[in-house]
RNA sequence: GGGGCUGUAGCUCAGCUGGAUAGAGCGACGGUUUCCUAAACCGUAGGUCGUGGGUUCGAGUCCCGCCAGCCCCGCCA
């Protein structure tokens, strides 16, 4: 309803404007401009749009908030264009003007819906013709080399790529960023001590599994907190690393291929795919960062560190807050390496991405990390005029119990059993499913429909919470075949399908749209509501809202489906009913697609 | 000490730029199937929106104080 709320905007400020000559003609010189408040209704009995302006606007306009609201109806009627979208509008309450749209108009916009694969949402223009638009960089994911993936990269990974799912179905370019933890510290340490323990592990192909590798990891982080020598070595080892010392990058590459491998695995049951491109890579460009910030006045030494100090942010004693780019050993560590990303994203090609809207799906817990970056890269002018960089928080996975999600042993929850987990429990709630009714199904089937539903749980449960606040992470609500659940919508798709199993032909060319129930009428508004929301997530970055609207037009679809006949109908309503149900089936798949969940024929 | 996030029904959560009587789902209680998959639908009960002020025609939403929980705060990422 996107195009009808903006041509109506247009009609209602219009009427507004001839309303009250006077006071719009002023307030234009002043710089104001009169806001009548176009948006859509709050509840179905007020129709489809209220003007709630009339009410702000008795303190300008002095006079009474239903006279004005009278005074926008009168202008409103004797507008044509008006009259052919919108029955007679209506004043309510205080001096609310409530918008009913014509069923013509309805049926005019559902029409161009069931000939739009793009179902109403518009895409982005090109800045010129022949010329690609910049790209929106999107950083998510995000694991850390020579250790597994767990759930702390669950929410990342998930809303990263949903995230960057609806930015390609808006027709930007996007570049998915897989900034994985492949340098730094760590590799000193790793290294030195598989020298000692496993050799092979430096030099041989797969001679270790990922899971040894995280042992030898823990195992080498205590030597390191505990040993002075080991300590020492490994600082030597980075350094090596950094010269470029062919056996340690050998070594160093290894590692980095088999930790891919596994992480692939993990990509791909999610349907993920991501580029990666590691802090490693930034390593170039990390001392032309120190130089740029130097130039600009913004580098300080301290404590023989070079620092920049930040803006409005203290630290403890009441003094800024320093963020460390070069530690007094000459190393840099992760805030050198995020800037060197941010100048190089928004860098012009070759040295750079050209980016125009950089996107940090990130926790909740590096805000302050951001912040300060965000913030030095303002003040050395490395962000291009008009463009963007945003973090994307999100809170905690937590367990039922409140607190951060642990093995019953106490350890952090892989990636992997996480995911098992949701299938053999999917798998498990469809074969009792089958037996109670009396189905046969291949186990290719159940394979498939278990997978498919398992992996779909996880993923909606995580996209269908406002991602800023920390989310309780429970496998029986997630696969719960109520309320608002990934089973819930798939099984509404499900429903569609049987319609056309049973002789229903969803693609029934229909002449003329005929509807006489208030149901189907539900449906229709509901459907038109697609590009809205798929508009609004694009600038708000809450998949949630996605989720909700796809379990609103759910709700209202099996609403529909249960009260009013479709295969059973007459002709012309049968097929009229089909084409609705079509609409339905297209809008959910879309909206699943964009999710990146798969849907079923069957489960 | 400073900063960030959170606090809405018994539980899990929505609530977009301030708008009409604060909404879902689960759980509880009650109803619907000769009919397209009942994995559904319909109904009932359940609230001092943490708390105290302020701003205004109007506040869950904006501002200030306080309380509680979680997270971050110079050489880890």
């Known amino acids: 309803m996107l195009t009808i709320y903006q041509s109506l905007g247009g009609r209602v400020q219009a009427a507004l404007g001839r309303a009250f000559p006077k006071d719009t003609y002023s307030s234009k010189e002043s710089g104001y401009i009169l806001d009548p408040q176009l948006v859509s209704a709050s509840k179905p009995e007020f129709g489809d749009f209220q003007i709630n302006g009339a009410l702000q606007l008795t303190k300008i306009l002095k006079k009474p908030p239903r006279d004005i609201a009278n005074a926008i109806v009168e202008e409103l009627i004797r507008d044509e264009t008006f009259l052919e979208i919108c029955e007679l509008p209506e004043i309510a309450g205080p001096g609310f003007i409530n918008i009913t749209l014509k069923p013509q108009c309805l049926i005019r916009e559902l029409q161009e819906r069931i000939n739009d694969n793009r179902l109403g949402v518009p895409s982005i223009k090109y800045a010129l013709e022949g010329q690609s638009n910049p790209p929106v960089i999107i950083d998510f994911s995000s694991p850390n080399i020579a250790k597994e993936m767990h759930v702390g990269h669950l929410r990342s990974t998930i809303i990263g790529d949903c995230l960057a799912r609806v930015f390609e179905f808006r027709g930007h370019q996007v570049l998915r960023l897989n900034h994985v933890g492949d340098w730094g510290t760590q590799f000193g340490m790793l290294i030195t001590h598989l020298k000692q323990v496993a050799p092979e592990a430096l030099s041989t192909v797969n001679a270790i599994n990922l899971g040894d590798l995280v042992k030898f990891y823990r195992e080498a982080k205590q030597l390191f907190d505990e040993d002075k020598n080991f300590q020492r070595n490994s600082r030597e080892e980075v350094v090596k690393l950094q010269n470029g010392d062919p056996l340690s990058l050998k070594a160093w590459r290894l590692l980095c291929n088999q930790s891919r491998e596994e992480f692939q695995k993990i990509y791909d049951r999610l349907h993920i795919h991501l580029n990666e491109r590691g802090e490693s890579f930034y390593n170039p460009y990390l001392k032309e960062v120190i130089e740029s910030l130097n130039e600009s006045g913004l580098l300080v030494i301290d404590d023989g560190a070079k620092c920049v100090f930040l803006e409005g942010i203290l630290g403890k004693d009441g003094l800024p807050l320093p963020v460390i780019v070069q530690k007094r050993d000459g190393g840099f560590n992760y805030a050198t390496t995020d800037l060197a990303a941010i100048r190089y994203r928004f860098n012009n090609s070759p040295k750079g991405d050209g980016a125009c809207r950089l996107i940090y799906v990130t926790d909740a817990g590096q805000a302050n990390h951001f912040a300060g970056v965000f913030q030095i890269a303002e003040r050395a002018n490395w962000i291009p005029k008009g463009a963007r960089v945003e973090h994307v928080p999100f809170g905690l996975v937590q367990g ?204």
Request: charged share 30%.
């Open 400 to 603: 039922e119990d409140g607190k951060k999600l642990k093995t019953r042993s106490g350890e952090t929850v892989r990636l992997r059993d996480l995911l098992d987990e949701a299938i053999n429990r999917a798998e498990a709630d469809l074969r009792r499913r089958l037996s109670d009714e009396g189905r046969i199904e291949t186990e290719e089937f159940i394979a498939h429909v278990s997978t498919t539903v398992g992996i779909a749980a996880i993923k909606y449960a995580d996209l269908s919470q406002n991602r800023v606040s920390n989310y309780q992470f429970s496998f029986d609500r997630m696969l719960s075949l109520q309320g608002n659940t990934a089973p819930y919508l798939l099984y509404a798709l499900v429903r569609i399908a049987g319609l056309a199993r049973k002789g229903g032909n969803l693609n029934a060319a229909v002449n003329e749209l005929l509807f006489i129930e208030a149901q189907e009428w539900e449906l229709i508004r509901e459907l038109l509501k697609f590009d809205e929301v798929i508009v609004n997530l694009e600038e708000e970055l809450l998949p949630n809202r996605l989720c909700n609207y796809l379990f609103e037009l759910s709700q209202t679809f099996n609403r529909f489906y249960d009260q009013v006949p479709i295969l059973k109908a007459n002709e012309p309503y049968r097929n009229c009913r089909l084409v609705l149900c079509r609409l339905t089936a297209d809008t959910l798949k879309q909206g699943m697609t964009l999710l990146g969940i798969p849907t079923l024929e069957r489960m």
